[in-house]
């Protein structure tokens, strides 16, 4: 199927690559499938709307530039997406690039279960972490 995108035109992708947000990424409720997309020579991946070409989140693999980050999930969290092991799980942070400095959040990850692509936005209730930890190099 192709996807229009915000930063990389038309995309093909696999159905079975659709992630499903089941009540949105909130404050994008209305939107609830959603692609990973790598962005070449970097550690840098796209979380894009299938259904609005110009919502496009850029995200990171936390442990790439965070070795000590950890996350809790919850029974509930866990029952919601459907996760029986962590292995099935793969976490994302949402980066936000401004002139003088690039944050990631760090206490809003993206979970999402490899096994059935359903994810969610957690908010976690550590207060080690920021919503806008600064990351001091991207590659």
Known sequence: MMVDTKFFGQVEINEDEILYFEKGIPGLEEYKRYVIIKVEDSNLYCLQSIDEKNIALLTIIPWDYFKDYEIELSCEEMKELGINSYEDVMVYN??????????????????????????????????????????????
């Open 94 to 139: 949402i980066v936000t690039v401004r002139e003088d400095k690039i944050t990631a959040n760090l206490l809003a990850p993206i979970v999402l279960n490899i096994k059935n692509n359903k994810a969610k936005q957690i908010i976690l209730n550590d207060k080690k972490y920021s919503l806008r930890q600064e990351i001091k190099c991207l590659s």
